[in-house]
């Protein structure tokens, strides 16, 4: 295989992933034949989400809005409190039991705690999201910054380069694939901390739609729903992807030609 048709099956292989699932779930349905309610078939689905879809976009843009607001500022905390631990061994040794402890709390549990002093709405969707994706920012950049060989800081520091020039032209861009990878995880895990705090205390959002539509029996929609989620983080995580590989394409391991390009 050429590498032009190596990069053409990469590019088509999600999608053909994509259409064997809906294959093998709507031959499942015709196999089994289930109540609606129970498990819709895809045609089902691909109805409601027409039949609703005016509304749907309100609660997905509802949705992404406070995800992205949320996963920003865990970028930013994130990635700030990672330097801070990675610039040191013993503020490591220190903070990071710490962070261990505060993403071990099951993030459905602090949500009342957040509607007392946030209220309902967006101020406990975004303060979720950003508690699930800063953790991993965090910690992943920590992690890159302690990567960087003592021998060539001290190689550095001995052609004296301070500690900031160490910082800023070798330890943070030996950690941004590090910060990048992790961004592809936080940002998934946004979605997941923002659709729970919708569920419980939010009048708007694809979480609250998804309750609604359960009370009432309407299965289909809320596969619509899940569909909707599940296409935002995918977009979300391939923008991550499209911009890692822009900014750390150096780090990527380029693919070797076959010999004779087969």
Same mark, same amino acid.
């Given at each position: ?6 990069? /053409?099956?990469?590019? %088509?292989?999600?999608? !053909? +992933?994509?259409?064997? =699932? ?7 349905? &015709? #196999? ?35 995800? /992205?607001?949320?996963? %920003?500022?865990?970028? !930013? +905390?994130?990635?700030? =409190? ?7 061994? &013993? #503020? ?171």
């Amino acid at each position: 295989m050429t590498p032009k048709q190596q990069r /053409l099956a990469e590019k %088509a292989a999600p999608w !053909v +992933v994509i259409a064997g =699932l809906l294959t093998l779930w709507q031959a499942a349905i &015709l #196999i089994f034949n289930p109540k609606p309610f129970i498990l819709p078939s895809p045609l089902l689905v691909y109805h409601s989400f027409l039949a609703y879809r005016e509304p749907i976009m309100e609660h997905a843009i509802f949705t992404l809005t406070n995800t /992205l607001i949320g996963f %920003a500022i865990g970028i !930013v +905390v994130g990635g700030l =409190l990672g330097i801070f631990i990675g610039m040191s061994r &013993l #503020i490591y040794a220190g903070f990071y039991p710490l962070l261990i402890g505060i993403n071990s709390v099951p993030k459905a549990a602090v949500v009342p705690v957040l509607v007392i002093w946030l209220g309902i709405g967006s101020p406990p969707a975004i303060a979720t999201a950003f508690l699930l994706s800063f953790f991993p920012i965090a910690v992943n950049v920590a992690a890159g910054l302690a990567t960087v060989e003592p021998e060539l800081e001290d190689v550095l520091r001995s052609l004296g380069a301070s500690k900031f020039d160490v910082l800023t032209k070798i330890s943070l861009p030996r950690s941004l694939p590090y910060f990048f990878a992790s961004l592809k995880v936080a940002v998934t895990l946004a979605f997941v901390g923002t659709v729970i705090s919708e569920t419980l205390a939010s009048n708007d959002g694809i979480g609250y739609m998804m309750l609604q539509a359960a009370s009432q029996f309407r299965t289909p929609l809320m596969f619509a729903g899940l569909i909707v989620i599940a296409a935002m983080g995918i977009g979300t995580y391939l923008v991550c992807a499209f911009i890692e590989v822009r900014m750390t394409g150096w780090s990527v391991r380029k693919p070797t030609p076959s010999v004779g390009g087969g």
